[in-house]
């Protein structure tokens, strides 16, 4: 790091504030974190000073308006390392499912009183899709020990390597019941990066693919298995663009099984 | 060693009481949240009582069973491994000092530990783990203090899944070694053979009737049924030079166009040992946990050396795993790292089948 003290900025833009809040959650990590970097702008932490240069920026959110192209830009300039945080800065997030539909402009009159006021881009992108990135972090929302490792290990002048195993590593490891083989239940855990710990799973609940899809996996062949399960398009679909809908392979899986349908 | 006892049902409870006195903790099948699982019971009222197991390739469902038995299934996703070669552990930990380190190894928690329910399938695989673990230069102490500490009550098996193939490898449906104690259950209770010195101890405990001549031939009955009964199968026992000569058959892309690369197949499987270490270091970098975890030929890390991913497609995992498997471990152990359990074609989500697979790379071979 350049400064005795390493400089830490968090940026939020269009997303729901969940993975600042897994930081802001840290509790002692935080205090921890305070005191072996300066918290330049956090403003959801009570720091603010947007502009400032720092070591590391965290990002959360999506780029979604005109103004988020600019201002990535600015973060990006700003920071040495630039981090995103979570399914919207890394993949879209539940917004980017207007994504590529023609019918979600008319959208903004049915929603909105005053729809002059809305200014939105025609698609919700990561961040990646704008500016270089050193580091993504996924999940929906992040981890917050995946956060502090690699926070940790840029502080340390490590370069952090977050693991890409499925879901299923992590149920298997923890001896859970197989939702998919056990229960019939389209689960996405076997083509889903694992951090969550199988959350889902461990509730007997199918995984939703909160952390986007895994390092290497076949998730074409996973939804041709849904198809035997019994599952139209437009389900399958809908499991594979719901958190990470700019997310490939599920982008372009889900579209393909959105546009054949259920017929 | 002796003629084999016989303990009828109501009696089933004194050898966990016998267990108890001798200080152990018991770990053994349960019906939970539709699988059967092994996990820390205390009691034979906690074993799967009157419970089936329908196994499919991709499926697994649990059923009422006929009659008053406890062992009427073949196998839940685990049994043995995770006891002896565990999910996730600490080896060591490191502290700074000064502008050096120190390294603490850790101790592996272990306690005398009884398993009841094992199977052929299971000691087969223990005793493939063991070479592994045990059998190198380099004994691994964590796998070592747990399996010094385990007391091995094996079940016959009468009731193989469809997905079984032991009787092809030519490891059960029957136990031959590795065991302590060894039981069949039969309407009316269970025949008892006896497998080693602490096995020896622990019957005596129990002070059971010899075995009837009648209740002998039942279990001798049921066995050949259970090996009879099953239809799936290895082409051979010796399948390397096959395996070998066809690493370009297009059989191995057809399995990668299903294959989910999931990993499943690798966590299921009793002598599948990979692992990878990794370190877990606190936020200011003054101490850091060094991890051993399982880990799979299916993920992105197993593949990756120094700037280069050696097995980029599915197609040379699942490959990478098939030939382990079943050819070129037997260079390493002597035999083929398949002990026929049909764990990984029960557990695959996306319902490959290994003895298919196997059959179609090595159909036509002499």
């Known amino acids: 790091m350049s400064q005795a003290k390493p400089r830490i900025a968090v940026h939020k833009f269009a997303s729901c504030d969940g993975c600042q809040l897994a930081l802001l959650n840290a509790g002692e990590a935080l205090v921890e974190l305070a005191q072996l970097a300066d918290i330049a702008h956090f403003a959801e932490g009570g720091w603010y000073a947007p502009g400032e240069p720092v070591d590391i920026a965290l990002v959360e959110g999506s780029i979604s308006a005109p103004e988020d192209a600019e201002r990535i830009r600015a973060v990006r300039a700003s920071a040495r390392y630039l981090v995103t945080l979570g399914a919207c800065a890394t993949a879209g997030g539940v917004q980017a499912l207007r994504n590529g539909l023609a019918r979600a402009a008319d959208w903004l009159g049915e929603v909105y009183a005053s729809p002059e006021f809305i200014r939105s881009l025609p698609d919700s992108l990561p961040?990646?899709?704008?500016?270089?990135?050193?580091?993504?972090?996924?999940?929906?929302?992040?981890?917050?020990?995946?956060?502090?490792?690699?926070?940790?290990?840029?502080?340390?002048?490590?370069?952090?390597?977050?693991?890409?195993?499925?879901v299923c590593t992590q149920c298997k490891r923890r001896n859970l019941a197989c939702v998919l083989v056990n229960g019939g239940q389209p689960c996405l855990g076997p083509v889903t990066?694992?951090?969550?710990?199988?959350?889902?799973?461990?509730?007997?609940?199918?995984?939703?693919?909160?952390?986007?899809?895994?390092?290497?996996?076949?998730?074409?062949?996973?939804?041709?298995?849904?198809?035997?399960?019994?599952?139209?398009?437009?389900?399958?679909?809908?499991?594979?663009?719901?958190?990470?809908?700019?997310?490939?392979?599920?982008?372009?899986?889900?579209?393909?099984?959105?546009?054949?349908?259920?017929? | 060693m002796s003629v084999p006892a016989f303990l009828p049902r109501p009696q089933l409870q004194r050898v966990f009481d016998a267990l108890q006195h001798l200080g152990y903790r018991i770990v053994g099948p349960v019906a939970r949240d539709g699988a059967l699982v092994y996990e820390d019971i205390t009691s034979a009222s906690e074993l799967p009582w009157g419970v089936a197991a329908r196994q499919d390739a991709g499926s697994f469902r649990l059923e009422a069973g006929a009659g008053e038995r406890c062992f009427a299934w073949a196998n839940g996703p685990q049994a043995l491994k995770p006891l002896v070669f565990a999910p996730v552990e600490p080896l060591w930990r490191m502290e700074r000092k000064g502008a050096g380190f120190e390294v603490r190894m850790t101790q592996a928690t272990c306690r005398p530990t009884a398993v009841i329910g094992v199977r052929a399938c299971d000691l087969a695989a223990l005793a493939l783990q063991d070479r592994h673990f045990l059998g190198g230069l380099h004994a691994d102490a964590h796998y070592a203090g747990r399996r010094e500490d385990l007391l091995l009550i094996a079940v016959n098996c009468t009731h193989p899944a469809a997905t079984c193939f032991c009787a092809s490898t030519g490891d059960g449906p029957q136990v031959s070694r590795g065991f302590d104690l060894a039981l069949t259950e039969l309407d009316e209770g269970y025949t008892v053979a006896v497998g080693s010195p602490p096995g020896e101890k622990l019957l005596a405990l129990l002070a059971p009737a010899p075995a009837t001549a009648d209740q002998l031939e039942r279990e001798r009955a049921a066995l050949h049924r259970a090996a009879a009964a099953q239809t799936r199968g290895l082409p051979g026992r010796q399948l390397r030079d096959v395996l070998m000569a066809r690493l370009d058959h297009p059989r191995w892309q057809e399995v990668a166009e299903r294959c989910l690369a999931c990993g499943n197949c690798t966590a299921v499987c009793p002598t599948c040992f990979c692992h990878a270490e990794i370190e877990s270091a606190s936020l200011d970098g003054a101490t850091s946990l060094h991890l051993r975890e399982w880990d799979s030929c299916f993920g992105e890390r197993h593949g990756y050396i120094h700037g280069k991913q050696l097995r980029p497609g599915t197609r040379e995992r699942y490959r990478q795993w098939l030939v382990h498997k079943l050819a070129t471990w037997h260079d390493q152990y002597g035999r083929s790292g398949c002990v026929g359990c049909g764990r990984c074609i029960t557990w695959c989500p996306a319902a490959i089948d290994l003895t298919e697979e196997a059959a179609a790379l090595c159909a036509g071979a002499a």
């Open chain 1, 127 to 166: 961040v990646a899709a704008y500016v270089p990135v050193d580091l993504e972090i996924h999940g929906c929302p992040v981890s917050t020990e995946q956060v502090l490792e690699a926070v940790g290990d840029l502080l340390r002048g490590a370069v952090p390597a977050p693991g890409a195993d499925p």
């Open chain 1, 193 to 263: 990066r694992s951090g969550c710990g199988a959350l889902c799973p461990a509730v007997g609940r199918a995984c939703y693919g909160c952390y986007g899809p895994a390092g290497l996996v076949n998730a074409a062949a996973l939804a041709r298995r849904f198809e035997a399960l019994g599952l139209g398009g437009e389900d399958i679909a809908g499991r594979f663009l719901f958190i990470t809908p700019a997310a490939e392979p599920f982008r372009s899986i889900g579209q393909g099984y959105r546009e054949r349908g259920d017929g």
